[in-house]
């Protein structure tokens, strides 16, 4: 049995290239399960997708512990361990990452010991429209890594799976997902399927057990005050809003009244202040500038910009 992973953010399309790998399996005749993992937070959040292949019968349920192919679309959560992207990788676990890297540079950073590809991603400010199809992309090179799966059953998959967009999205989806495909010949077969685990094997859940309190004392802390603080949602943020203090008029009220979450204080002298550790990079606040003060500047390249000191 194939066990494979898709990671990336939301909006980037992990479901729809689990969906599209997980139909390409299908009309090679294989039994076929596919699903996403996500919470109810907004684009940019980390999520992952699961794939599962096999000529026989599927037994296995829930998310995937131990991955033949790790797919890797968004090269920054290799940072959030709350992403759990080696969760489970073994010696002959193969990764796919899309970086502007070389493969030795993230095998020598993570200390990884299986195959690991890297593919040519497009930057954030030069292809926006090419990041739309990353999804293809992803779908294209994993299906040529496995080894089983046709150029005609993974271009009818994307056919069906993205028909709901229109002819255009379909056809730019196809062109992606083949070329990826294609630039994956050198390593066609090289995912290989593991051992399956007897069930005895499998690891057994860890439960804490903890003694019984007052209910005031055992209460969740989702019902104190003052505690969503404590999560990082800045480590969502792909794209980065930094203001230009030169343009910058000090109308706070706009910018800090449409920020959806609140991230934008306002400094003791009449100026707005972006809290990046809960900004999660939706650019509302860039839209709304009424003085074009702030823009969106990628987060790998925030740090070639001096911190809310402005832009020359």
């Not at 980065?240 to 343009?247: A, E, K, L, Q, T």
């Amino acid at each position: 049995m194939y066990h494979i992973r898709f990671h990336g953010r939301g909006g980037q399309g992990m479901k729809t290239a689990g969906r599209v790998l997980g139909t390409a399996f299908f009309l090679e005749g294989y039994e076929v399960q596919d699903a996403p993992r996500y919470g109810a937070e907004r684009r940019g959040a980390p999520i992952f997708a699961y794939v599962r292949a096999s000529t026989g019968a599927i037994r296995e349920r829930g998310v995937i512990g131990r991955p033949d192919l790790i797919v890797v679309a968004d090269e920054t959560l290799l940072q959030i361990p709350a992403a759990g992207v080696l969760s489970g990788a073994a010696e002959k676990t193969a990764m796919i990452i899309c970086t502007a890297e070389r493969a030795e540079v993230w095998k020598g950073r993570l200390n990884f010991d299986g195959p690991l590809v890297a593919l040519t991603a497009p930057s954030e400010r030069e292809g926006r429209l090419e990041l739309r199809s990353i999804s293809s992309a992803c779908a294209g090179a994993a299906a040529r890594l496995v080894g089983v799966i046709s150029k005609d059953a993974l271009m009818e998959a994307v056919s069906r799976e993205l028909a709901g967009l229109g002819a255009a999205a379909v056809d730019m989806n196809r062109q992606v997902a083949l070329a990826f495909y294609e630039s994956m010949a050198a390593h066609e077969g090289l995912v290989t399927e593991l051992d399956e685990l007897p069930p005895e094997a499998c690891r057994k859940p860890h439960w804490i057990d903890l003694p019984f309190e007052d209910a005031r004392t055992s209460a969740p802390a989702i019902h104190a005050a003052a505690t969503s603080h404590l999560v990082k949602t800045g480590l969502w943020r792909t794209m980065r809003p930094v203001i230009d203090y030169g343009h910058c008029r000090g109308c706070w009220w706009v910018c800090s009244t449409f920020c959806p979450d609140g991230a934008i204080a306002v400094t003791d002298d009449g100026y707005p202040r972006v809290d990046y550790d809960h900004c999660k990079g939706c650019m509302i606040c860039v839209t709304q500038c009424t003085s074009h003060a702030i823009r969106a500047v990628p987060e790998h390249e925030a740090g070639h910009v001096e911190d809310q000191g402005g832009v020359s």
